[in-house]
């Protein structure tokens, strides 16, 4: 159940958005037992982002929230091809770009609550 939200400062045209969509769906493989069939992505473009008190060149901050991973297998190329994948499709350099990284501990899905703890019972 990963999710990767995108904020952009450029405008991110559509062939470009499904281009990263379809990298996104590559490298969550990254992480065990996580692939494309779960994996919801979001872009949100033209959005204000600063670094170094400037935002005239391209800026990308990224978030990746998964279910379930609390010892982060796979994280290291996951980050990387993340990062390959930004500046390959938008010119992105990578020390431009942002991932922050969340534990999701529960989640709702399907209707359905679920709670890693009670995996762990």
């Known amino acids: 159940m990963p999710f990767i939200m995108s904020r ?12 990263l969509k379809k990298r996104l769906g590559q490298v969550i493989a990254n992480v065990p037992g996580k692939s494309e069939d779960a994996l919801m992505v979001g872009f949100q473009d033209n959005y204000s982002l600063y670094l170094r008190g400037k935002g005239d ?20 190329n996951l980050n990387a ?10 010119g992105i ?21 679920i709670d890693r703890r009670d995996y762990m019972s």
């Open 93 to 113: 350099q990578p020390d431009h770009l942002y991932i922050k990284y969340e534990d999701i501990t529960s989640w709702g899905v399907q209707g359905q609550f």
């Open 8 to 19: 952009l400062n450029i405008k991110l045209p559509k062939s470009k958005e499904l281009m």
């Open 57 to 76: 060149e391209p800026l990308a901050y990224v978030e990746v929230a998964i279910f379930g991973t609390e010892h982060h297998i796979g994280y290291q």
């Open 81 to 90: 091809d993340i990062t390959r994948a930004f500046y390959d499709v938008l």
